[in-house]
């Protein structure tokens, strides 16, 4: 993937990541996947509204939904997860590497 479609990915992602109640559901999928009725039984939320946060979860690409007879599934994609937490522990890497090096301010 070209290094701009990895940033807006991750852009997305960590825009996705920064409301509480999409990092919600992605703590609930961590025991496994669910249907969106078990998800949305866990929010006092419209349906139109949950299913916003689930379109933005999808497009971030943290979570992937099937459908299964007349329920859509969804599963966590750890694996943008763990590319998001390297990108962050590689960030915080370098800043400390470099306030070592100068020193404090």
Known sequence: MPKDEEMRAGTSAFAALGDPTRRSILK??????????????????????????FRVLRSAGLVRSERRGTSIVYTLQ????????????????????????????
């Open 28 to 53: 609930m999928l961590r025991g496994g996947s669910k249907t969106a009725g078990e998800i949305a039984e866990a929010f006092h939320l419209t349906k139109p509204t949950l299913s916003h946060h």
């Open 78 to 105: 750890t694996n943008v997860l763990e590319d998001l937490a390297t990108e962050l522990y590689e960030l915080a890497s370098t800043t400390t590497h470099r306030s070592r090096v100068r020193g404090p301010a």
